[in-house]
C-alpha cells in the first residue's frame, strides 16, 4: 500500500469565520453548509477553530447572546494542525489520542483544507474497501477467506471477511 496521506482525504477550501464574528454567524454558517467545524481566522491568519459544540457550550452559559458574543470567546486557541503530506496513520493516531474532532490541513501558513473525523472514517471506509477488493482479485472472495490488513504495529491483524471487520491475534 503507498504511503496515505491527510491530503488524499481532507475536506478542500474549507468555510473559514473570521474572530470577531458573532456565534450566530457561526452558527449559520455551520447550519447552511452542513458542518461541525470552523477554522477561526484573524486576518488571514489562523487563530483557533470553533465547533459547534464549542458554541453549545458557550451559549448554556447565562447572560449569553449569540448576536453579541464573537466567535473568538468561543473558539479553541492554537487548534491541531497538519500538513497536507503528513502520513494518515500518525494523524489519525494523533486525533484520537489527543482527542480532536478536526485536523486543520496548512500549507505555506494558509489553510488549505480540514480532516475530520467524517473524513477519517470515510478514509479507513475506503482502504477496507480497498483490502477487500485486493482480496477478491487474489481469489479470496468473501467465501471463507480473509485478506488480511497489517495494523501499524504488526501485533493485531484485522481480517474483512463476509463484509465484517474482525480482530485476530497474530
Known amino acids: 500500500m503507498s504511503r496515505q ?17 458573532s456565534l450566530l454567524a457561526a452558527h449559520r454558517a455551520m447550519r447552511e453548509h452542513r458542518i461541525r467545524h470552523l477554522p477561526v481566522l484573524h486576518g488571514r491568519r489562523l487563530v483557533g477553530i470553533v465547533s459547534d459544540r464549542d458554541l453549545h457550550l458557550v451559549e448554556t452559559l447565562r447572560d449569553v447572546d449569540p448576536r453579541v458574543v464573537r466567535v473568538d470567546e468561543a473558539m479553541t486557541p492554537e487548534p491541531f494542525t497538519v500538513g497536507p503530506g503528513a502520513s494518515l496513520l500518525r494523524v489519525a493516531r494523533s486525533m484520537a489520542r489527543g482527542k480532536y474532532g478536526s485536523a486543520i490541513v496548512m500549507e505555506r501558513g494558509r489553510v488549505v483544507g480540514i480532516f475530520t473525523t467524517t473524513d ?36 493485531r491483524s484485522v481480517t474483512v471477511l463476509r463484509g465484517r471487520i474482525e480482530g485476530r491475534s497474530s
Request: charged share 20%.
Open 5 to 21: 496521506t491527510v491530503g488524499r482525504y481532507m475536506t478542500g477550501m474549507p468555510h473559514l469565520i473570521q474572530r470577531h464574528e
Open 120 to 155: 477519517a472514517l470515510d478514509a479507513l471506509a475506503g482502504l477496507l474497501e480497498s483490502a477487500l477488493t485486493r482480496g477478491r482479485a487474489r481469489g479470496k472472495g468473501t467465501t471463507g477467506t480473509a485478506a488480511p490488513l497489517e495494523s501499524a504495529r504488526g501485533a
